[in-house]
């Protein structure tokens, strides 16, 4: 992200994402090309292939097969050849941030989706298009919401209001809506239903449509609410709730490219959580975004857009665990200074942190390494999280970089998001943050845990002291002596025994209680590597075996979250292209994301078989 | 869903202030005249993390000699009512290897199926589901109520964090291995779904004649729902198996609201509540996991949730309702309560604030903060069987009528599917043997370190299934080798 400010970094970057956000987006004036004329598409039950798309220059490699890896780009995936699957995505019902965020881009108002409706199912990500279902409740949700929306959006008639600038104002130049002549709402439905629907319409969808402004009219509607009716069932349609792409044959496993406004509605959706803008969507009626030079331009303009802010806060935000910060609680017997401001510093460095791997350093200057992720000496603090660290006394609420603040912090292990998140309310769980690191920046599995596990606390609740100051070491040592526990805590709990240093709202310590006996942060990784600090801790994990699982792991995340699926065998081929080519650019996640989308799973898709 | 025999529109009538019989006594006085199944109920009651263990939960006697443990007794006022049930294990799908994950554990309690993981959400049809469709199956093949089902909950918090899909945390309720269906947590959006899709809100009040405006946006809704429709069955064609499938199931959600819609009554605008003897209204607080507002009280919360479903129960609007107190592995601060100090015999207020609950779950099982918590829970279903007690229907009350599985898919701190803590409550129309304590021993081909195995879980839902509500099933959930289905649970019948 860019800042006025050579080390001020100003607070976009919030979990929920921000109204403000969206509503900073442009109005979109401006006619989808095509749209009016939507006789180019298919028919509505014809082919899904090439909707609205040109026959010009990127026509033709539409259905040309994925190329087989192993030719330019030097996989080292061990001689992969023959035929390779690009997969699938199944049909991905918008979760309720994408939704807020398009029906904020789209009409102007709030959607309300995260504040009231049901949490979203979750796979690996809450984007994950296998994990969403539909019932009763959830659809009555959708629709009643259609219906609120519509009513708010036509009740502000104003020539600068909602309806204007978000409905009618599509079509230019502008017509005349009238209950007897259809050819102004036609124009009106066209405009809207592309936008609504990512993609024109064909005329038979415009007919369908323009049949049920005519029936609200006969209802007893206006014209106007003729509009508002179409606009509502657009709403609470599928090809609004859900993103789908066709295959031109839904039962053929042969691979195809996707339509360009399948690829610019999935580029949207996984850099800004919303809508495709303009510019994309001009891209899909030019056919030029199925281009590999323009995809990667797009990654640039779309993350230097503030919208892009929503790819760091659901990307990292679930990735490394700010949304699980938002949720934890902390035992205010414990932490008596332990508040919201806190938490809410907690989150932003972590998004901060994560950026300067995306999109370099705060004004300006290359992205970090992601092999610097558990080394680099960069913290970002307001007032209250210097103050937290101990690194002397930056003023101000506004976020600062600081390189080198203490020799004890370092790197992602010592953020106090990862440290706090990753502990009990009362006390650290060693356990828990070694088996959060080897999870999620490793990607190692983990075994699950025996029944009948013994407690390690015995009778001390929460709120006693004595709970509180558990040396947690000590305990965790004597748990270990049981042959069941042995094998899964001698790989779980070196990592976090070396984080003893920072108690369970990650504040720097040096014994488990005042004027006891100091803490003993040394420790040995299953692989041999011995360590006495957490810099010493860093640095063996960002080395050999375990650095090259590092960059793996992100690769992995990042890919899982493109594609809005969870990665199976066959995409091994596709995920070591991606690697492959990462490993020649310098391990920015900026790169990788552009790796991504120019990768032939990310651009095509193929049927199932029947 | 079918049509509906007892319309809203009949609902409704039937709340009118003219009334001068008890309200059910109506649907009770057509069932028997329509030779009808008699009305039934049931609740899935579940609570998360299991329950401090040793002394602090059980029973044992029955009438007047039973005796309840300190984190039951807040169930003393009914406890001719309850049956606490020992020897309870949710271990069978695993065929006896318990993967003691809460998602998993969740997930497996009313289902009796080992749900798939790690990410996909395939799991199979809970109790609560199989008893709505053999209440309509009973029913001739259509639902006797609006709704053939409601699930709500009062987690506000994400508590998702065990690397399991979602859905196997905070849902109970599954309509096929692959639809949970997710509670609502709002209580003004369950008042709305009670009503689907609300009664008139304007108009012209005091008229006794239909108002036109409603009339007009019931038309209106209708006309959306029919081109959805169409347009979601042209869609699926061109879609491939699983897609046309997924497509399936909001194909489904928008035809059974267009059942909704149509059965909307478009009567004269009156009291605005669902039926006036609920005397229930529009609740005010709209909450949302992560959306809660700073005087948010998880007490309130329950309060209004339970005069929710007491209306859902009163007016007919469901029979079966699902409710979730909390989500597995929530580590939600109950703060608004303070400690308990339990002893041998029972509890007194304490002292301090309550902390988090998984938390506490973990902090040992004689910990008074976690028992404190489960007595909260035990508090409620006693609120729920007071507040079901108080609404005369026919001879009796509701309560007469009603089954509720109270339970929790985890034995306690030790992540355990053996000895799961379970309380059924109510005789459902005279066939459970309530007011007595009962341990379930003697589980089948029990092996190894199982030796507390006592009954499966599914076997406690089958009995009721079959024998309260009238289905023939040989067994529910899966029958695993190690621990196979016993059939119905004799003991637990009066």
Not at chain 1, 473 to 490: E, G, I, M, P, V
Not at chain 1, 504 to 524: C, F, N, V
Request: some cysteine.
């Amino acid at each position: 992200m860019k800042a006025g400010n050579e080390s001020k970094v100003s607070l976009h970057l919030t979990l929920a994402c921000s109204a403000a956000l969206a509503l900073a987006t442009v109005a979109c004036n401006g006619a989808i090309s095509g749209e009016g004329q939507p006789g180019g598409g298919p028919g509505a039950a014809g082919s899904g292939s090439g909707i609205g798309g040109p026959s010009g220059t990127a026509g033709g490699a539409m259905m040309n097969p994925p190329p087989a890896t192993g030719g330019s780009t030097g996989t080292g995936g061990a001689g992969v050849v023959g035929p390779l699957d690009s997969g699938r995505v199944s049909i991905h019902r918008l979760n309720n941030l994408e939704y807020d965020n398009t029906v904020m881009t789209l009409l102007g108002v709030n959607g309300m989706a995260q504040a009231t409706f049901q949490p979203d199912e979750q796979g690996e990500f809450d984007n994950d298009a296998d994990a969403f279902t539909m019932n009763d409740a959830r659809y009555e949700q959708y629709f009643n919401n259609a219906d609120t929306i519509g009513e708010t959006v036509f009740a502000d008639t104003a020539a600068t209001g909602l309806r204007q600038t978000y409905v009618y104002g599509l079509v230019t130049p502008p017509c005349t809506l009238s209950a007897t002549d259809t050819g102004c709402s036609s124009k009106i439905i066209a405009a809207f239903g592309a936008k609504a629907w990512r993609r024109p319409l064909t005329t038979a969808e415009v007919m369908g449509l323009q049949t049920l402004a005519t029936n609200a009219i006969s209802l007893g509607e206006t014209a106007d609410g003729s509009i508002k009716q179409v606009v509502k069932t657009l709403l609470a349609s599928p090809q609004f709730l859900y993103r789908i792409e066709f295959d031109p044959n839904p039962t053929s496993t042969v691979a195809h490219s996707l339509d360009p406004y399948e690829l610019a509605t999935r580029m949207s959706y996984l850099g800004w959580s919303n809508m495709p803008d303009q510019a994309l969507f001009d891209l899909a009626a030019s056919g030029q975004i199925l281009q590999d030079a323009v995809l990667t331009q797009q990654v640039d303009r779309m993350l230097a857009d503030p919208k892009g802010a929503n790819f760091t806060n659901s990307f990292a935000g679930q990735w490394l665990g700010a949304r699980d910060m938002q949720a934890h609680q902390v035992e205010p017997t414990a932490f008596m200074n332990f508040d919201d401001a806190l938490r809410s510093a907690f989150i932003q460095e972590e998004l901060l942190y994560f950026n300067q791997f995306l999109t370099g350093p705060p004004g300006g200057g290359p992205a970090l390494p992601m092999t610097k992720f558990f080394t680099t000496n960069t913290n970002f603090v307001n007032t209250r999280l210097a103050q937290h660290y101990g690194f002397g006394n930056p003023t101000g609420t506004a976020f600062q970089m600081v390189t080198g603040g203490s020799p004890n912090r370092i790197g992602f292990m010592g953020l106090g998001s990862f440290l706090t998140f990753t502990s009990y309310s009362y006390r650290t769980a060693p356990t828990l943050r070694g088996k959060w690191i080897l999870l999620n920046l490793l990607c190692q599995t983990i075994p699950s845990p025996p029944a009948n596990v013994p407690k390690l606390d015995a009778t001390a609740a929460p709120t006693d002291a004595s709970a509180q100051q558990e040396n947690v070491r000590a305990k965790l040592t004597a748990h270990r002596q049981a042959a069941d526990c042995f094998t899964c805590h001698s790989l779980l709990d070196p990592i976090g025994l070396g984080l003893e240093n920072f108690d369970a709202i990650g504040k720097y310590r040096t014994s488990y209680s005042a004027g006891g006996p100091p803490i003993d942060a040394s420790g040995m990784l299953p692989s041999g590597e011995m360590f006495s600090s957490l810099s010493q801790l860093a640095t063996i994990l960002s080395m050999g075996t375990h650095g090259q699982q590092l960059t793996d792991c992100a690769s992995h995340k990042m890919m899982t979250y493109a594609l809005s699926r969870s990665l199976v065998d066959s995409d091994n081929p596709y995920l070591n292209q991606v690697r492959t080519t990462w490993a020649g650019q310098g391990y920015g996640l900026k790169d990788l994301m552009k790796d991504i989308v120019t990768n032939d799973t990310f651009k095509f898709r193929r049927g199932e078989a029947p | 869903m079918k049509s509906t025999k007892w319309t809203r529109r009949q609902v409704l009538k039937g709340a009118g202030v003219a009334l001068s019989v008890p309200w059910l006594e109506t649907f009770e006085t057509k069932a028997k005249a329509a030779g009808t199944a008699p009305v039934r109920r049931y609740m899935s009651l579940y609570w998360p993390n299991g329950t401090a263990d040793g002394y602090l939960w059980g029973a044992t006697g029955a009438g007047a000699s039973m005796t309840l443990a300190p984190i039951l007794q807040p169930l003393q006022p009914n406890i001719s009512k309850i049956m606490p049930l020992g020897g309870v294990g949710n271990y069978s799908p695993w065929n006896g290897h318990v993967e003691p994950s809460h998602g998993n554990n969740c997930a497996t309690a009313f289902t009796g199926v080992k749900a798939n993981g790690p990410m996909s959400a395939n799991s199979s049809i809970s109790i609560d589901q199989a008893i709505g469709n053999q209440i309509q199956a009973a029913n001739g093949g259509t639902l006797p109520t609006p709704l053939h089902s409601l699930q709500v909950g009062l987690s506000t918090l994400d508590s998702y964090t065990d690397g399991l899909p979602g859905p196997h945390s905070r849902s109970i309720s599954w309509k096929d291995a692959a639809s949970p269906l997710y509670k609502i947590i709002s209580p003004q959006n369950v008042f709305d779904t009670l009503v689907a899709g609300g009664l008139p809100q304007t108009g012209n009040t005091g008229s006794t004649m239909p108002d036109p405006a409603a009339m007009r946006r019931q038309a209106l809704k209708k006309s959306a729902l029919d081109y959805i429709t169409n347009s979601a069955t042209t869609l699926q064609m061109r879609l491939s198996k699983s897609d046309s499938a997924r497509l399936g199931q909001f194909l489904t959600s928008v035809r059974d609201l267009e059942q909704r819609v149509t059965a909307m009554p478009i009567g004269p605008t009156t009291t605005g509540q669902t039926c006036s003897a609920s005397g229930v209204t529009r609740p005010t607080q709209v909450y949302a996991v992560g959306n809660t507002p700073p005087d948010y009280d998880r007490g309130k919360h329950a309060t209004l949730m339970i005069d929710l479903v007491t209306m859902a129960y009163q007016c007919d609007l469901t029979r079966v309702v699902s409710f979730m107190l909390d989500d597995a592995r929530s580590d939600f601060v109950y703060n608004f309560m303070t400690n308990r100090t339990f002893s041998q015999t029972g509890s007194t207020p304490g002292t301090g604030a309550v902390a988090g609950y998984h938390g506490l779950q973990h902090a040992g099982d004689q910990n008074d903060g976690f028992a404190t918590i489960t007595w909260w829970n035990m508090s409620r279903l006693n609120d729920l069987i007071t507040a079901f007690s108080k609404i005369p229907e026919g001879a009796g009350t509701v309560m007469d009528s009603v089954i509720i599985y109270a339970g929790c898919g985890m034995h306690g701190g030790n992540h355990d599917g053996l000895n799961v803590p379970t309380v059924l409550a109510g005789t459902g129309g005279g066939v459970i043997k309530t007011g007595q304590a009962l341990h379930l021993a003697g589980g089948s081909n029990v092996t190894g370190n199982k030796s507390e195995a006592g009954k499966n879980m599914q076997d406690v839902h089958l009995t009721i299934l079959n024998k309260v509500f009238g289905a023939n099933q040989k067994e529910f959930g899966v029958s695993m080798s190690n621990y196979p289905s016993q059939g119905v649970l004799t003991q637990l019948l009066a």
